[in-house]
């Protein structure tokens, strides 16, 4: 029931900020996990970050710790990725994922519903 459609995607300077919303449709947006994952220019997908339904707990790759920010307002049926101090090594499409009876994960064969994607890129 949920399809998430993330935006906020970019290009950035290093050093600098980016935050991605992913909008969710369906009324039990708040009984998902959700994760956001990335895919790098000829790579694998790989985790970010995710959060648990109420938004009290979260996890993050090591890539990203310190520096990224996962959290969700389930009034409005959005999650977000705010992504401070970016370097070149976080350019890749960007997705948001939803998964349903669960915790949250980082196994991406985990998640249900999936978003397109959208391009975050990051000069030197």
């Known amino acids: 029931q949920v399809q998430p459609v993330e935006s906020g995607g970019g290009s950035v300077q290093a050093g600098g900020s980016l935050r991605l919303s992913c909008h969710a449709s369906?009324?039990?947006?708040?009984?998902?996990?959700m994760g956001w994952f990335r895919q790098p220019p000829g790579k694998e997908r790989e985790f970010v970050a995710s959060?648990?339904?109420?938004?009290?707990?979260?996890d993050y790759a090591d890539s990203v710790k310190g520096r990224f920010t996962i959290s969700r307002d389930n009034a409005k049926n959005t999650v977000y990725l705010q992504m401070n101090s970016l370097k070149p090594e976080d350019t890749a499409v960007y997705y948001c994922?939803?998964?349903?009876?669960?915790?949250?994960?980082?196994?991406?064969?985990?998640?249900?519903?999936w978003g397109q994607g959208t391009q975050v890129t990051v000069s030197s």
């Open positions: 994922a939803a998964r349903r009876l669960g915790m949250h994960t980082r196994i991406s064969d985990n998640y249900n519903y």
């Open positions: 369906g009324r039990l947006f708040s009984t998902y996990a």
């Open positions: 959060i648990v339904r109420s938004g009290s707990t979260t």
